[in-house]
């Protein structure tokens, strides 16, 4: 096991902007399509009318709503041009709310407390370690850890690592990419942008106050790998550290993604060795808020319930695992991370991708990474229970 290191000891990491010019080109096409302008034209001078509506959605202990219109309006020759754009966005919680060794975690519709009680581990090393040999400090520490080689340490239970794919690179918590300073994911559908909130933001974020303790900033992955092939990239990424030094990352080494936890059974105040199990969701309408642990149908769908797998137990998620919802191809038609796992596995509209894990039945006893986390489930955390 190896040594605690609180928040504040580890270094914080950013991508290089120039290295990724061709990722933010893919993004930039993206969010045009998402923000697009409505415009008419007349013969005779006209007034041009701009409205913005923003929703603002605060989890607190007590969610609290602000809506706040603003209307302007100029006049221009012969040319009418309304935009309309409406944005929902999930603010943070206040600082002192935030419990630097906690998260929390979901486990049979409830959200409860995963207190970090060591730093993580990554088992079964060596097919990676050369991956990372530039990066210097706290980053070379992350040269054990992979998504794709599954390990499952004796005395071990899984942590299921609910990532939220459908929101493309943002989840990796880099702002050029989309994510917020905070390194949340955003999603963008028939021009509203959602923040989405998970357990631990992105490791690629500019703030650090969310981060979640003992979890490695890098993961190879030869997953990473194929997206970044998919996009044009073939020599791996810089990486620049909070001191200003950059350094390279090799092909298929990126930030480890924002996501939220899952789990099957509490240990309550025993803490434990987890391994941790990737899960790709690629339906919008099922990623839980780690606030409340509710799901909402954000883009429309073809089933009769389209928020029936919330997967806030591990039942809903085995079902997700062979559940196909028109909505995953309307929210991810311009992703490139769908685009890349359709085009070599042939996805579809499924609504999670286990990487590794194509049976519901291997699910519980199958890991597709190396990397153990080491924590308690005592059961309380601010919100009440679902």
Request: aromatic share 6%.
């Amino acid at each position: 096991m190896k040594s605690k290191k609180t928040l504040k000891d580890k270094k914080r990491v950013a991508a290089s902007t120039t290295v990724y010019i061709a990722v933010i080109v893919v993004l930039i096409i993206i969010a045009a399509i998402g923000f697009g302008l409505y415009a008419t034209k007349s013969v005779s001078p006209v007034t041009s009318t701009t409205t913005s509506v923003s929703t603002t959605t605060v989890p607190t202990t007590v969610p609290t709503t602000v809506t706040s219109t603003s209307t302007t309006t100029t006049t221009v020759p012969a040319t009418t041009v309304t935009t309309t754009q409406t944005s929902t966005v999930t603010a943070l919680p206040p600082n002192d709310e935030i419990l630097l060794n906690d998260s929390g975690t979901i486990y049979n519709n409830t959200v409860i407390t995963q207190h970090y009680t060591a730093n993580y581990a990554c088992e079964n090393t060596s097919s990676v370690q050369s991956l990372f040999m530039g990066l210097p400090g706290q980053e070379a520490q992350s040269t054990d850890c992979e998504v794709g080689a599954g390990v499952i340490p004796s005395g071990t239970l899984p942590l299921f690592v609910l990532t939220p794919a459908y929101a493309g690179l943002s989840i990796f918590g880099y702002a050029p990419l989309g994510a917020t300073p905070e390194g949340f994911p955003t999603f963008t559908y028939n021009g509203t942008s959602h923040v989405v909130l998970t357990n631990c933001p992105g490791m690629g974020a500019e703030n650090p106050a969310l981060m979640c303790v003992d979890h490695p900033f890098l993961l190879y992955s030869p997953y990473f790998t194929a997206v970044e092939q998919h996009l044009g990239i073939d020599n791996g990424l810089n990486v620049t550290l909070s001191n200003g030094q950059t350094v390279h990352a090799d092909e298929g080494v990126l930030f480890t993604p924002a996501h939220t936890h899952l789990i099957a059974q509490s240990t309550g105040n025993t803490s434990i060795g987890w391994y941790l199990v990737v899960v790709l969701v690629m339906d919008p309408n099922i990623m839980p808020n780690p606030i409340t642990g509710q799901c909402q149908e954000v883009v429309p769908s073809n089933l009769t319930d389209p928020t029936a797998n919330c997967l806030t137990n591990v039942t809903s998620l085995e079902h997700a695992m062979t559940t196909y919802d028109s909505a995953v191809i309307a929210a991810n038609s311009n992703n490139p991370i769908w685009q890349t796992l359709n085009d070599a596995f042939h996805v579809g509209g499924l609504q999670v991708i286990v990487p590794g894990v194509s049976s519901p039945a291997d699910l519980m006893n199958t890991s597709n990474t190396n990397v153990v986390l080491y924590f308690s489930t005592p059961n309380i955390y601010p919100p009440d229970p679902i």
